[in-house]
């Protein structure tokens, strides 16, 4: 009966340490999937400002485009509507917002659609600008409502849900010029005393037609140096920009240079105008350069009596730079993950943000790519060519987007894949080793399994004193002389388990002699102390 309370102990232990183990794991899904989709009930709001304004027919009128987010927030939507009718569209400005990068805009004839992120962790927690929106007021009597149809905010992929509220615009006819009487937009220029009104006509000028630039063929190729001592320029400097190249080079001879260009070696079909005669040549293409492109070029210089070239070099102009922030369906920054830019087929990996930066772009369309091993995912962008040309040197700030897959979520957890191998390898070791501890401690398995190595080893230690099926006893059956561990009668023999399990034989039996053998034995037994077993030999006794 306490055999069977002591492996219902030792199981009762390991079902403990099971459930335990169970329930952690459904305790991390319940949080994970919770942290894909959280939501927060009407925090903060996003509202138009002023609430209420008046504007002359043919003036412009600007609304501010707010958030009040109470909370932080790192994306925020908006869609504006306007009536036609009344109001004209003129354009966006997101100067000092600091939502600095853009999801979307999308202008229709009676709305405005505006997305943009915080390209920051932290994102915006006070009372800030999302953008002014500029209109231009028609003819229209009374007053029109400016609404926000739709707006909402998140951060971490947890939505906010703002109230949201509008603006309402009211029309004035105002006053016509001085010197003209009547309402606008119907003005008419007040008649003098005793004459009549004339209006005059304006006779509209015609445009003069733009004059055709020339094109003149790139020079042939001449000998390095010619009979007169004539050698071909040498590039001595090369100034590149976004738009713009200046290539200095030298002749031998005093000399005319100009430049010979193309996108391609074996087609450099735009020249510059040539430089003054001299040995020192600076050429400059100020226009009609794409950033980020290739560019092949030439040096030719003639002397008047003989013309030389250079080799052909390439160049590639500098490039616009973007920072793009990763968004998943819920607005949660996707980080870590590898993004193709196509058609340039460069790729990067997003940092813990969801921000990735590409560099020398060309301007123009692309494409992003990113896939969750089991489908690839993609997003259109645009870079631009913001370059700003001060006193001959050219700038360009980095361009920011965020772009949202609208089919893709990010996991709530993304680790590198062998961290779930060393992870579960960590765990199983710890589970074992807590298992193992417990055992030992109430005497299972482990401790069996220990008691068991250390029986063997001493059985070795006595030459098989306790290995056979009987060990020796006092009395006339023992045989003098045999070796230990020989069969005695069956009636005063103590099987070999109970020897080894500390058992005693009968009192009435006289001692072993105290052969070293039998002292070993005897010591041995002591290690056997099983309380089950001591109560079955002294049953058996």
Partial sequence: ??????????????GIILIGLALILVASSITSALTQVSRVSAVGSIYLTPASTTVVHGNNVTLSLRINPTTAVTVVEATVGFDPASLQYVGIDYSGSPFDASVQQTVSSSSIKISRAKLDAAGVNYDALIANITFKALPYSGSSAVPITAANAAFDGAYTNPAFSGSTVSFSPGSCPAGQVGTPPSCTTAPSSGGTTTTPKTTPSTPSTPSTPSTTAPSSTAPTTSSSGFEAPAVTAENIQYT????????NLAARAHLVYGTSADKLIVQTDPTASSTTHTMSVGEGLTPGSNIFYKVVATDGQSTQESAVRSITLKGMSVKIALLDKFAKAISNQKVTLVPSDVTAKSDGSGSVIFDNLIPGDYTLQISDG????????TVLSTVVTNDGAQTAEQQLRAVIFDDYVAAAFQFPAWSWYVGGAVLA?????????LSWRRGGLVRGVYLRAKYYRL?????????GDFVPVVGSAATPGAPIGSAVPSHSAVPAQQASFGVEPPQSQPSIDSSPATERMSSGTAYGNNPFNNDQGRHDG
């Fill in 459 to 467: 059985n070795k230690k006595l030459g098989g004193a306790v290995a």
């Fill in 244 to 251: 713009m190249l200046s290539i200095t080079a030298t002749t």
């Fill in 1 to 14: 009966m306490s055999g069977y309370h002591e492996n219902y102990r030792k199981l009762k232990h390991y």
């Fill in 374 to 381: 089991s489908k690839t995912h993609q997003q259109h962008i």
């Fill in 429 to 437: 070791l710890g589970v074992m080793s807590g298992l193992g501890y």
